[in-house]
């Protein structure tokens, strides 16, 4: 196959999967399809490998390109990673919160006016929502307890990552 | 030539050089550089390593389909976005995993939650990322007044956008 072409089905093959990856989550979400967020992703993500598979299977029948297919899974899920914390930067994220409540107020906001309409509270009760629904912890007679999972894992990796990055004296 | 499995273990090795110099200059610089710098930057060194193998190709005879070079950019820039969209996570305490931790070490007899929020330095946990919106330059601090600049009003804007799509409120 002529290279150039071999570039082109790439190109349009991966925007395709990604505008479709994007246009199913917001559907799921919208139409309240699946309870958990992270479920909304995983299954988006897997439309959008099947429409990779689908779409390759048509130029694979001219190339045997290992190169083609590799690379375009991959980087696919690169790309679902990367839009899960974009929408999880929208959910969570502090700045973004305190951004969108200086967007509202074009004249500015003194600090303390700004942590009137997100105060430390609200961002703690939130966390703790979020770790019960996550089930990572239960409530039991008004205490927490915690009950292990991913987070654990995540904590130590995100730890040790910033160890490596930031060296011992600046953590 | 090169063949297909070399090219992706090419363009994975760029990508995580960009990654290991940018652990270098952060670890020489005294204060920790901003967000903004972290991606000119690694965009920056992936695009300089595939000049540096285009000049290899051009000058060395080195054989290599400059035609697949696209796609192997795609590859490389997909890791470094992948290390940039995890990078405030590993930068800022996030309070999820500081409450997580406090939760954890009350083992099986459990934490009420007034007693984690007294435990919680709740006075950083929003005071520090406005601080951190005006050293991205979102926010200016102008006389006591917090006002949104021109690229803090973009940021908002695409999150507001994304949001309303989404059919969901304010998140935090």
Known sequence: ?171 | MIDDLTLIFLAFSVSFLSIILHILIWRMCAATPSNRTLIYLLTLFTLMQYVFLVLLYIFSGWELNLKLLPIMLVVSMAIVGCYIASYPAIQANSPTFQIAKLIAESGNKGITQSYLYEQLNTSTLVADRIRDLIKDKLADNISGTMLITRRGRKVARIFILWRTLLKESKGG
């Open chain 1, 1 to 171: 196959m002529v290279d150039t072409a071999f570039i082109v089905f790439f190109f349009s093959f991966m925007i395709l999967s990604c505008a479709l990856q994007i246009g199913s989550f917001v559907v799921i979400i919208r139409g309240k399809v699946c309870g958990r967020r992270r479920s909304a992703h995983a299954l988006s993500l897997s439309i959008s490998l099947l429409a990779f598979f689908a779409q390759t299977g048509f130029v694979l029948q001219f190339t045997n390109n290992f190169l083609f297919l590799c690379s375009g899974m991959f980087s696919l899920m690169c790309f679902a990673y990367i839009f899960f914390h974009f929408d999880n930067m929208g959910e969570t994220a502090r700045r973004i919160r305190l951004l969108w409540e200086l967007y509202e107020h074009p004249t500015g906001l003194s600090t303390d006016r700004l942590l009137d309409y997100y105060p430390p509270e609200e961002a703690f009760q939130r966390r703790i929502d979020r770790l019960l629904q996550a089930g990572q912890c239960s409530c039991s007679k008004e205490r927490l307890i915690w009950r292990g999972g991913s987070y654990t894992l995540i904590q130590f990796l995100m730890k040790f990552w910033g160890y490596i990055v930031f060296g011992p004296e600046k953590r």
